[in-house]
């Protein structure tokens, strides 16, 4: 039987320093910080940019289906069955490599999984129907998924104990930059898309997201394994396999853990990919119709202006055909002025959503510092606790309200902050409920299996959109909605798991 406190405790000397956390770390730590938190960054990056390009790839790989009056509801189905795919290759790859990183070392595996990640969001863009860009998508999926468990039991193991919790949080919260990234090359292309893209832009989107792969280079000249998984491994040797699941399982205290700190992190993640990185879909649904209305506007107003009557009078009559069935032959002429209208209401709609994203992901980067600064005070428990019921509250009523440009600003980054904060709290807890031996096998377990789970949170979203049909653009507002009581899972496990504050890893 093991516990968390069997570990040894931190040297007097590093005790008795009183130094702020930062200062503690040496060049070495700062380098290991800093290529752990690229890594997860451009993971992020490549996840977000997949969120963000999800619309448009999917109106164009189902383009044969546009006359069908069920195109709407096809391209959105076609997007959660990507998501679910996506994040199924997500669970598996963290399992497979959370494995690899206990067995063969962490500075490898991450290597190896920032390769995969890149190369294969390089192929989305050569997606030629939903099929193979869901495939891509999984592939993609495996990398994404091994690199963090990885990542965060590096710097676990390598950071002094004073400084742990802080950099962990730190780690976690960069990634948000990796996000806002992804934000801002989905807004510059949208706008400069009316003057010409090489390609489409959703594809543009992904050939980006393939240039991490040169951090791989980084990682492979100068990153060293942790003494701590050196030391485990000569020991592993004659005792116990590193990595093991057999050995994860085996003892009920890791195995409580594990199980435990599923059902936890299954909160988080089902809460964020069913229901909050959607908010960006919800801010363009509500405000198609209305962007769409002040493109007529504009086009109406600068043809009058122009003196060009005709025009003005063809925009006029193609809206009011639109308005009353939206699914009306029109000739080829009256196609063309409608093709204008549609570009520059995409253009809004696309500035809409990357700012919405931008204001969610600045949200999460001072919801993640802000769990790590109370979970420091308080504890992680009663940290989640608050966080699980800040999400849950936040998100209810961003999805009820969200309408209007002004709430991007000022809602959005509530929902965000309480959203991600829970998963600053998995970068810094997950670690510290397992041995060396099994740290990245039992973090990816609790991260990572929990998205087996939250493939099907995007489904069961399907599900609910259908249910909600009738609602038209509301539909996806009242899907979020319903899902959110998943928030409230976290609270029942809570008092099930060990406090670990203040203590060291256990060994």
Known sequence: MHTLDDAPPASKEELADNRPWYALLTKYHWFVLAVCALGWLFDCLDQQLFILARPQAMEDLLGYLKTSPDYKFWTQTFGDISTSVFIAGWASGGLIFGMLGDRIGRAKTMMLTILIYSACTGLSALSQTVYDFAFYRFLTGLGVGGEFAVGVALVAEVMPTKARTQALGLLQALSAFGNISAALINLQLGLTEEEGL???????????????????????????????????????????????????????????????????????????????????????????????????????????????TERATALEEIRALMEKDPKAKISDSQGKLKAEVDAIAKKQLSIYQSLTSIMLNLGAFLGIFGFSALAQKIGRKPTFAIALLAAFFSTIYVFWSLQHFWQIFVLVPVMGFCQLSLFGGYAVYFPELFPTRLRSTGTSFCYNVGRFVAAFGPLVKIGLNYAFSGYGNNALRYAGMTMCVVFLVGLFVLPFLPETKGKPLPE
């Open 198 to 308: 090489p390609m489409a832009r959703w594809r543009l989107m992904f050939v980006i997201g393939a240039l991490p792969a040169l951090l791989a280079l980084l990682i492979r000249g100068r990153l060293k394994e942790p003494e701590k998984w050196v030391h485990a491994k000569v020991e592993g040797k004659a005792t116990v396999q590193l990595g093991s699941y057999a050995e994860l399982f085996g003892d009920p205290v890791w195995r409580k853990h594990a199980i435990l700190g599923l059902l936890l992190a299954c909160s988080g993640v089902i809460g964020l990919w069913a229901v909050g990185f959607y908010t960006p879909d919800l801010i363009r649904d509500v405000n198609q119709k209305p962007a769409t209305a002040r493109a007529y506007e504009r086009l109406t107003k600068e043809a009058t202006e122009a003196g060009d």
